[in-house]
């Protein structure tokens, strides 16, 4: 399974982005998407999912300026984010949990994008 994530550039304060990323490969099903993201000096954190039944979950800081969001028929997940901030500036990662098609049956994991640069700054 790949994850191909895009989207991502340099913003002023107050601005918006939308991010992309596409699964492909020997996928059965999706079980749930999501982004996490990582800043200088931290630790990655979740930033949103969403589960193939489109429930949502959202880190406490972005509810209310981020949406996240699934096309079933193409793999892809997004994330709209609106009224950025500078404390948003960070790697972000699309992450899958899949159910994959192998040659003794469905065997379950989680897969990760190659991050995409967001930076936030005037």
């Known amino acids: 399974v790949q994850l191909q994530a895009s989207g991502g550039g340099l913003v002023q304060p107050g601005g918006s982005l939308r991010l992309s990323c596409a699964a492909s490969?020997?996928?059965?099903?999706?079980?749930?998407m999501g982004w996490y993201r990582q800043a200088p000096g931290k630790q990655r954190e979740l930033v949103a999912t969403i589960t193939s039944g489109g429930s949502t979950n959202y880190e406490d800081s972005v509810k209310g300026r981020f949406t996240i969001s699934r096309d079933y028929a193409k793999n892809t997940v997004y994330l709209q984010m609106n009224s950025l901030k500078p404390e948003d500036t960070a790697v972000y990662y699309c992450?899958?949990?899949?159910?994959?098609?192998?040659?003794?049956?469905?065997?379950?994991?989680?897969?990760w994008g190659q991050g995409t640069q967001v930076t936030v700054s005037s």
């Open positions: 490969g020997s996928i059965f099903s999706i079980i749930a």
């Open positions: 992450k899958n949990e899949v159910l994959v098609t192998t040659t003794t049956g469905l065997a379950r994991g989680d897969y």
